[in-house]
């Protein structure tokens, strides 16, 4: 008697002919099939699958434009294809479609997943993930969907001179300069070249405080001025020449940036 079978991973099922003959001229072909089916829960689409999935969690992920920083695609934005979607510890890897959708059906049931983008698959070098990521716990059966926003960001630069009596005003180099965001907390730092020039760039939306660094002012024996407030749109605003004055050999005035100052307020009330 002999034998022969093959399988075929058709994307949408898994097909499997066979054939088998022996001595007495018996002659037999047979047919198996095996597929998944699962319903997409943002698009209301039944999607199937080459092997079983039923004990399996999902999850489909929605990758857009979003231009006006609502967290909804609306108007003229766009569903975002061939975006890499990354679920860390679950899944391995999905590229969105031509709807924007990254689906997993393999997740194994109450793993805590981490579920990011990868910047580097995104077309423009200044799309920028709208938050970093977020942590799913898949259930078997279960289909769970979430959404990333995907913003512009935008660039700021300029050059830092100093001011003193009797002189014009020269750049400084080599001196530290942040930017916070609204949490109070540095979103980025950078340096000034041999020029004073300094660059911010790939800066998320938002509103953000300009600020030389208080050590360096300290060191450098110069003040700054006030924070200058900067705020980048979802347009992919670019600020050009924010220029930064100090004044070189006066006492520098320390700072803080506080994001609640009500909250401040109540650990130090003697302020």
Known sequence: EARAQLNWLAGWARISPSVSYNSNQDFTAGLNTNFGLAKDPQTNEIMSFDRSITGSGGLSVFVFLDEDGNGIMNGEEKPLEGVSVRALQNGGRAVTNENGIAFFSRMRELRLTDVFIEEKS???PYWIP????ASILPREGYVAEMQFPI???GELDGTLFA????RDNYPLRGVPINLFNADGEIEQTTTTDYGGFYLFSRVPPGRYLLLVDQKAAKLGNFARPKPEQIEIGYDGTIIYGQDIFVQAGEKDIPSTIIANLNDYKSRHPHI
């Open 122 to 124: 995104l077309e423009d």
């Open 130 to 133: 709208g938050f970093e990521g």
């Open 151 to 153: 913003h512009i960001a």
């Open 163 to 166: 001011r003193q009596n009797g």
